[in-house]
Protein backbone atom coordinates (compact mmCIF):
# COMPACT_ATOMS: atom_id res chain seq x y z
CA UNK A 1 0.00 0.00 0.00
CA UNK A 2 1.19 3.33 -1.26
CA UNK A 3 1.33 5.78 1.60
CA UNK A 4 2.09 9.16 -0.16
CA UNK A 5 1.74 9.59 -3.78
CA UNK A 6 2.23 12.35 -6.35
CA UNK A 7 -0.05 10.97 -9.45
CA UNK A 8 1.17 12.47 -12.97
CA UNK A 9 1.30 15.72 -10.92
CA UNK A 10 1.86 19.19 -12.93
CA UNK A 11 1.91 22.61 -11.23
CA UNK A 12 2.21 26.36 -12.16
CA UNK A 13 2.19 29.61 -10.06
CA UNK A 14 0.02 32.12 -10.59
CA UNK A 15 0.37 33.26 -14.17
CA UNK A 16 3.84 31.33 -14.61
CA UNK A 17 4.94 28.53 -16.55
CA UNK A 18 4.97 24.79 -15.49
CA UNK A 19 7.43 24.41 -12.73
CA UNK A 20 6.17 20.53 -12.68
CA UNK A 21 5.69 18.64 -14.89
CA UNK A 22 4.08 15.25 -14.94
CA UNK A 23 5.60 13.75 -11.89
CA UNK A 24 4.81 10.70 -10.50
CA UNK A 25 6.62 9.60 -6.99
CA UNK A 26 5.09 6.75 -4.80
CA UNK A 27 6.53 6.75 -1.03
CA UNK A 28 5.86 3.08 0.20
CA UNK A 29 5.87 2.78 4.58
CA UNK A 30 9.07 2.34 5.82
CA UNK A 31 11.13 2.98 2.69
CA UNK A 32 12.50 6.65 2.85
CA UNK A 33 12.60 8.68 -0.17
CA UNK A 34 15.05 11.41 -1.30
CA UNK A 35 14.50 14.01 -3.58
CA UNK A 36 17.23 15.37 -5.48
CA UNK A 37 17.83 17.93 -8.11
CA UNK A 38 19.93 21.26 -8.88
CA UNK A 39 18.42 24.61 -7.03
CA UNK A 40 15.09 25.84 -8.66
CA UNK A 41 14.04 22.32 -10.03
CA UNK A 42 10.70 22.13 -8.12
CA UNK A 43 12.07 20.36 -5.18
CA UNK A 44 10.00 22.58 -2.58
CA UNK A 45 7.24 22.99 -4.86
CA UNK A 46 6.25 19.30 -5.00
CA UNK A 47 7.24 18.77 -1.01
CA UNK A 48 4.49 22.04 -0.58
CA UNK A 49 1.71 19.96 -2.92
CA UNK A 50 2.53 16.88 -1.21
CA UNK A 51 1.85 18.85 2.17
CA UNK A 52 -1.69 19.79 0.86
CA UNK A 53 -0.21 23.22 0.91
CA UNK A 54 -0.63 24.39 -2.57
CA UNK A 55 -3.17 22.23 -5.29
CA UNK A 56 -1.75 20.58 -8.18
CA UNK A 57 -2.69 22.35 -11.73
CA UNK A 58 -2.97 19.03 -12.95
CA UNK A 59 -2.70 15.43 -12.01
CA UNK A 60 -3.67 14.45 -7.96
CA UNK A 61 -1.95 13.52 -4.51
CA UNK A 62 -2.72 10.78 -2.69
CA UNK A 63 -2.59 9.84 0.85
CA UNK A 64 -3.39 6.16 1.73
CA UNK A 65 -4.33 5.52 -1.84
CA UNK A 66 -7.15 8.03 -1.79
CA UNK A 67 -7.16 11.74 -3.36
CA UNK A 68 -6.30 14.40 -0.55
CA UNK A 69 -9.16 16.37 -0.78
CA UNK A 70 -10.02 19.12 1.29
CA UNK A 71 -12.33 17.57 3.54
CA UNK A 72 -8.99 14.77 4.00
CA UNK A 73 -6.54 17.21 5.05
CA UNK A 74 -7.21 16.91 8.76
CA UNK A 75 -6.45 13.84 9.32
CA UNK A 76 -3.62 14.17 6.86
CA UNK A 77 -2.12 17.22 9.27
CA UNK A 78 -1.91 14.55 11.92
CA UNK A 79 -0.34 11.70 9.95
CA UNK A 80 2.53 13.97 7.66
CA UNK A 81 4.30 17.00 9.09
CA UNK A 82 6.94 19.21 7.78
CA UNK A 83 10.82 20.27 8.79
CA UNK A 84 12.18 22.92 6.64
CA UNK A 85 15.57 23.86 6.11
CA UNK A 86 16.45 27.01 8.55
CA UNK A 87 15.71 26.66 12.03
CA UNK A 88 16.20 30.43 12.59
CA UNK A 89 13.29 31.89 10.85
CA UNK A 90 10.93 28.42 11.06
CA UNK A 91 10.82 28.91 15.01
CA UNK A 92 8.40 31.84 16.43
CA UNK A 93 11.25 33.97 18.95
CA UNK A 94 8.64 35.16 21.21
CA UNK A 95 7.30 31.44 21.99
CA UNK A 96 8.47 29.55 24.08
CA UNK A 97 10.13 26.13 23.04
CA UNK A 98 6.84 24.16 24.70
CA UNK A 99 4.40 26.27 22.81
CA UNK A 100 6.50 26.01 19.55
CA UNK A 101 6.35 21.92 19.87
CA UNK A 102 2.84 22.22 21.13
CA UNK A 103 1.35 23.38 17.60
CA UNK A 104 0.20 20.48 16.01
CA UNK A 105 -1.25 19.25 19.21
CA UNK A 106 -3.48 23.06 19.04
CA UNK A 107 -3.41 22.95 15.37
CA UNK A 108 -5.29 19.70 15.44
CA UNK A 109 -7.39 20.69 18.20
CA UNK A 110 -5.82 17.92 20.78
CA UNK A 111 -4.77 19.94 23.72
CA UNK A 112 -1.53 20.90 25.09
CA UNK A 113 -0.63 18.14 27.46
CA UNK A 114 2.93 18.74 28.80
CA UNK A 115 3.60 14.70 28.72
CA UNK A 116 3.44 14.52 24.99
CA UNK A 117 5.35 18.08 24.63
CA UNK A 118 8.11 16.05 27.27
CA UNK A 119 7.98 12.81 25.28
CA UNK A 120 8.72 14.68 21.82
CA UNK A 121 11.36 16.42 23.29
CA UNK A 122 12.90 13.20 24.36
CA UNK A 123 12.64 11.74 21.28
CA UNK A 124 14.96 14.57 19.88
CA UNK A 125 17.40 14.17 22.89
CA UNK A 126 16.08 17.99 24.27
CA UNK A 127 16.26 17.79 28.04
CA UNK A 128 11.93 18.61 29.71
CA UNK A 129 13.58 21.65 30.98
CA UNK A 130 14.17 23.05 27.37
CA UNK A 131 9.72 23.22 27.47
CA UNK A 132 10.18 26.59 29.25
CA UNK A 133 13.07 28.45 27.56
CA UNK A 134 13.48 30.19 23.83
CA UNK A 135 14.60 29.45 20.72
CA UNK A 136 17.19 32.34 20.98
CA UNK A 137 18.92 30.10 24.16
CA UNK A 138 19.60 26.89 21.42
CA UNK A 139 22.33 26.21 18.90
CA UNK A 140 21.38 25.95 14.86
CA UNK A 141 21.67 22.28 15.56
CA UNK A 142 19.03 22.34 18.60
CA UNK A 143 16.72 24.39 17.14
CA UNK A 144 16.61 21.97 14.31
CA UNK A 145 15.53 19.74 17.17
CA UNK A 146 13.14 21.77 18.22
CA UNK A 147 11.77 21.66 14.96
CA UNK A 148 11.57 17.91 14.56
CA UNK A 149 10.14 17.66 18.02
CA UNK A 150 7.25 20.12 16.44
CA UNK A 151 6.91 17.38 13.59
CA UNK A 152 6.90 14.29 15.93
CA UNK A 153 4.88 15.23 18.92
CA UNK A 154 1.40 13.99 17.13
CA UNK A 155 3.26 10.88 16.59
CA UNK A 156 2.79 11.40 12.05
CA UNK A 157 3.41 8.30 9.97
CA UNK A 158 5.44 10.83 7.15
CA UNK A 159 7.72 13.46 7.95
CA UNK A 160 8.60 15.56 5.00
CA UNK A 161 11.95 17.05 5.29
CA UNK A 162 13.25 20.34 3.03
CA UNK A 163 16.89 20.80 3.35
CA UNK A 164 17.08 19.83 7.22
CA UNK A 165 20.48 19.94 7.51
CA UNK A 166 22.07 22.50 4.66
CA UNK A 167 22.26 25.61 7.21
CA UNK A 168 24.11 23.04 10.20
CA UNK A 169 27.75 22.90 9.87
CA UNK A 170 29.11 18.76 9.55
CA UNK A 171 29.21 17.52 12.94
CA UNK A 172 25.78 18.97 13.46
CA UNK A 173 24.77 17.32 10.05
CA UNK A 174 25.91 14.41 10.97
CA UNK A 175 23.85 14.36 14.16
CA UNK A 176 20.83 15.31 13.46
CA UNK A 177 20.92 12.59 10.12
CA UNK A 178 21.51 10.03 13.23
CA UNK A 179 18.31 11.73 15.08
CA UNK A 180 15.97 11.29 12.12
CA UNK A 181 17.19 7.97 11.28
CA UNK A 182 16.67 6.53 14.73
CA UNK A 183 13.68 8.41 14.85
CA UNK A 184 12.80 6.29 11.32
CA UNK A 185 13.25 3.36 13.38
CA UNK A 186 11.80 3.60 16.69
CA UNK A 187 8.65 6.14 15.34
CA UNK A 188 7.56 3.81 12.18
CA UNK A 189 8.38 7.92 10.41
CA UNK A 190 8.64 7.13 6.70
CA UNK A 191 10.62 10.28 5.63
CA UNK A 192 10.68 12.44 2.04
CA UNK A 193 14.00 14.27 2.12
CA UNK A 194 14.97 16.98 0.17
CA UNK A 195 18.34 17.04 0.15
CA UNK A 196 22.02 18.69 -1.58
CA UNK A 197 24.21 15.99 0.39
CA UNK A 198 24.20 13.07 -1.23
CA UNK A 199 25.85 11.42 1.61
CA UNK A 200 22.97 12.45 3.39
CA UNK A 201 20.88 10.86 0.85
CA UNK A 202 22.95 7.08 0.76
CA UNK A 203 22.68 7.18 4.73
CA UNK A 204 18.96 7.48 5.51
CA UNK A 205 16.92 7.45 2.25
CA UNK A 206 16.46 3.64 0.53
CA UNK A 207 14.90 5.41 -2.53
CA UNK A 208 15.73 7.98 -4.37
CA UNK A 209 14.57 10.59 -7.23
CA UNK A 210 16.31 12.67 -9.48
CA UNK A 211 13.86 16.01 -10.30
CA UNK A 212 15.33 18.35 -13.01
CA UNK A 213 13.62 21.48 -14.33
CA UNK A 214 10.16 19.96 -13.25
CA UNK A 215 10.64 16.80 -14.42
CA UNK A 216 11.53 13.25 -13.15
CA UNK A 217 14.46 11.77 -15.23
CA UNK A 218 15.14 9.17 -12.88
CA UNK A 219 14.09 7.18 -9.52
CA UNK A 220 14.72 3.66 -7.87
CA UNK A 221 16.75 2.00 -5.29
CA UNK A 222 19.40 4.95 -3.73
CA UNK A 223 21.76 2.32 -4.72
CA UNK A 224 21.20 1.59 -8.11
CA UNK A 225 20.36 5.57 -8.83
CA UNK A 226 24.00 6.65 -7.37
CA UNK A 227 25.89 3.47 -7.90
CA UNK A 228 24.75 3.42 -11.48
CA UNK A 229 23.24 6.71 -12.92
CA UNK A 230 21.38 6.11 -16.14
CA UNK A 231 20.25 9.40 -16.98
CA UNK A 232 23.28 12.25 -17.69
CA UNK A 233 22.00 14.61 -15.58
CA UNK A 234 22.24 12.48 -12.29
CA UNK A 235 25.72 11.84 -13.49
CA UNK A 236 26.73 15.36 -13.26
CA UNK A 237 24.83 15.63 -9.93
CA UNK A 238 27.06 13.01 -8.60
CA UNK A 239 30.34 14.67 -10.46
CA UNK A 240 29.52 17.48 -8.60
CA UNK A 241 30.01 16.34 -5.35
CA UNK A 242 33.36 16.61 -3.57
CA UNK A 243 35.27 13.39 -3.55
CA UNK A 244 36.45 12.23 0.33
CA UNK A 245 40.08 10.96 0.54
CA UNK A 246 39.70 6.86 0.23
N1 LIG B 1 6.10 31.61 -4.86
C1 LIG B 1 6.58 31.48 -6.09
N2 LIG B 1 6.08 32.21 -7.13
C2 LIG B 1 6.55 32.08 -8.38
N3 LIG B 1 7.55 31.22 -8.73
C3 LIG B 1 8.11 30.48 -7.77
C4 LIG B 1 7.65 30.56 -6.40
N4 LIG B 1 8.39 29.70 -5.65
C5 LIG B 1 9.25 29.09 -6.52
N5 LIG B 1 9.09 29.56 -7.77
C6 LIG B 1 9.81 29.12 -8.97
O1 LIG B 1 9.55 27.74 -9.17
C7 LIG B 1 10.72 27.04 -9.59
C8 LIG B 1 11.02 25.90 -8.61
O2 LIG B 1 11.33 26.45 -7.35
P1 LIG B 1 11.53 25.57 -6.06
O3 LIG B 1 10.38 24.63 -5.95
O4 LIG B 1 11.77 26.47 -4.91
O5 LIG B 1 12.85 24.74 -6.43
P2 LIG B 1 13.96 24.03 -5.49
O6 LIG B 1 13.34 23.80 -4.14
O7 LIG B 1 14.28 22.75 -6.22
O8 LIG B 1 15.13 24.95 -5.44
C9 LIG B 1 11.82 28.08 -9.66
O9 LIG B 1 11.94 28.49 -10.99
C10 LIG B 1 11.32 29.20 -8.79
O10 LIG B 1 11.82 30.44 -9.22
MG1 LIG C 1 13.99 24.37 -2.26
Known amino acids: MTLLEADHVGFAYRGGKPVLE ?49 GRLRDYRRAAQAVFQDPYSSLDPRHTVGRIVAEPLRGLGLGADPARIADALDAVGLPAD ?41 TTRVRIVDLLSSLNVERNLTILLVSHDLGVVASLCQQTAVLERGRLVEQGDTASVLGAPSHPYTRKLLASVPRLPG
Open 22 to 70: DVSLAVEPGRNVALVGESGAGKTTLLRLLLGLARPTSGVVKFDGQPLTR
Open 130 to 170: AASRYPHEFSGGQRQRIAIARAVVCHPRLLLADEPVSALDL
